[in-house]
């Protein structure tokens, strides 16, 4: 009898303590902590998990769902990213963020796609990674805007002949130069050669000895390069003896970046954001210190934050956290508040129309604002 | 004429990185039957060690010297933690040990210091530039290739002129005989992970003036060409480890240099497939080894 009441007793507090969790949103997060991605979805796990704690403790999205956050890492290997999501579905995530980059968010989304749960990439801005399926978001200004904004600049500062080197390793380290180069041309500009190398290539002298033999001579190198491979392309072009003007991605606003010293004096690259004096970027950044002791160095954190404020944006919109109306309800969000930026998802294909900052590293390893826009649709390249 | 000039000069300047590794690995291999994969993160731990000496203000010649004596420890010490208790065991024992190793390290490097890069800053000087016959040469690949000459000719009197090199070279041909004519096997077997880690910081130091950044996957890639060039030249071959690693080095810049855009994504699919074609053609590498094993 008394185990019978035992038994009766755990079950109904089970059965209670399902029912609670039940009306929390769960929230799937792959955060690869070793490899290539680390880098990135370090921070922007950080940044995330930062509001998300915060909104909880103001009583949960929108001050009334609780968040739950089911966070698996993924070691940057593409075929463990796919185990995880499956494995975090099958613990009843709701909503996924994926890995910062478009190739594991791409894999991720194939299989979100069998039951539409909203797939978010933590950084990814390879246009062609929502074609995967109305259920697929981008979260930072795309590659397409960035390169136009960068082309635009670059014809505003009279430079006429381009030189690209791109990677077909990856969407990203693909596509920006391309879209660049695009823009650059309708806008009147010249593009004089491409070189392609690796990812991890271990020496970049080939094709700076290229360039340096390129006619006409270039009067812009592009590159969407990131760390470890623009380093080594930077120093083996100043090495050469070229100062010729360098521009890239978002991928080079980084404090290693930075911090390389005269060789990356005057380089120019796009952004997400920048911290202006007062703004609420740079309360993010004091608020996100005082809490952690760590400086938010890179604009992952911030655009973390703001992949928070997005799903609670489409959740009230949706008014249900049913996965295809919180999908349906982010693709319609105009002029959503966010912190880095504000966001637009309505009339774009998932890819959020946001400001892309236009900045120039320092002598002294500082960044410094050059300007702050918004893509000209018209410019625009399609993926 | 000035590009060829030039793209010779990145082939051997690239191709003698890889030589030191190659012959890092070779040496290694050659007394104790080991591939040491751990040899990348030996080779990282070195560009931590200039990194670390930059940052507590030391100046970049004695950051320099701090590298490659970080790699030389580094060496010492996982030869006495962890493959000297699996002397003897069979190849893929010793393969998988290392790959153990090299893995604990990785995280290591990336949990203790940055999942990141972190920037090496050397002076501008450095990355200065010269001219030969109208062509422009970086300061940095010239280094490259002394240095690389530099430690292979050093290694190579080293191995044929002294009593310890005569014993290495003797440890490569028969340990046991080595041991039963009275020579302290574990004091050879310690110089020649002590010389691997010398090259391996040597290496470091190369690419770090080159590349600006370490990170805790910097020694995998250069490594894994010098495994391939050590089973070119022939596995447990000295010379041979130095010639494939030439060989590579040259066939990749010659490859990014010259391929057709639309055939550069396959660049090192070629570059492997005529290793192959070579390996077909000399099983036991382009130098075997005299007691050769099979690549």
Known sequence: ?383 | MDLIVQQSINAISLGGVYAMLALGLAIVFSIVGLINFAHGDIMTFGGYGIFLALVFGFSPVAALAIGIGAAVIMALTLERTAFRAMRGADVVTLLITSFAVSEILKVLFQNGISARPVPISFPAGWSGTYEVAGATIGVVPTVSIIVAFASLTGLTLVLRRTATGMAMRAAAEDIEMLKLLGVRANRVVAIAFAISGLLAGVAAVIWTAQRGSVDPMMGFFPVLKAFIATVLGGLGSLGGAVLGGFVIGILEVLTQAFLPDGLSPYRDAIVLALVIAALLWRPDGLLPAKNANRS
């Open chain 1, 1 to 383: 009898m008394i185990m019978r009441k035992l038994l009766l007793t755990t079950t109904s507090a089970l059965v209670v303590a399902g029912a609670v969790q039940a009306e929390d949103y769960v929230i799937g997060v792959m955060s690869a902590q070793s490899g290539y991605l680390a880098p990135y979805d370090g921070p922007a796990y950080a940044g995330f998990q930062f509001c998300i704690d915060q909104k909880n403790a103001g009583g949960g999205l929108n001050g009334e769902l609780m968040v739950k956050t089911i966070v698996k890492d993924t070691r940057s290997d593409i075929a463990e990213g796919v185990k995880v999501v499956q494995e975090m579905i099958d613990d009843g995530a709701q909503f996924i963020v994926s890995s910062a980059d478009a190739d594991p968010t791409i894999a991720a989304a194939q299989i979100t796609m069998a039951d539409g749960i909203p797939t978010m990439t933590f950084a990814g801005t390879a246009p062609v990674l929502t074609q995967v399926g109305p259920h697929v978001f981008g979260s930072y200004p795309a590659d397409n805007q960035q390169g136009a904004v960068l082309a635009a600049y670059a014809r505003e500062q009279g430079l006429e002949n381009v030189y690209l080197v791109k990677s077909p390793d990856s969407a990203y380290t693909l596509g920006g130069p391309e879209y660049f180069g695009e823009v650059f041309e309708s806008l009147g500009g010249n593009i004089v050669g491409t070189s392609n190398y690796s990812l991890n290539q271990p020496d970049f002298s080939a094709i700076v000895t290229t360039i340096k033999a390129a006619e006409p001579t270039p009067d812009v190198i592009v590159t969407w390069a990131w760390e470890p491979d623009f380093p080594a392309f930077i120093k083996a072009l100043r090495g050469a003896g070229l100062d010729t003007q360098v521009m890239g991605g978002d991928v080079l606003d980084t404090p290693t970046v930075r911090g390389l010293g005269d060789v990356v004096d005057g380089v120019v690259h796009t952004s997400g954001g920048f911290p202006d004096e007062g703004s609420d970027y740079a309360k993010f950044i004091d608020d996100f210190k005082a809490a952690t002791g760590t400086t938010p160095d890179n604009n992952y954190y911030v655009n973390g934050c703001d992949i928070a404020n997005m799903i609670e944006q489409a959740v009230a919109a949706a008014g249900s956290t049913d996965p295809a109306a919180v999908a349906e309800a982010m693709a319609e969000i105009e002029n959503g508040k966010g912190i880095m930026s504000d966001f637009t998802f309505k009339g774009t294909d998932r890819m959020p129309l946001r400001d892309v900052v236009v900045a120039r590293i320092t002598g002294a390893g500082e960044k410094e604002f050059v300007l702050r826009t918004t893509a000209d649709p018209d410019l625009l390249p399609q993926p």
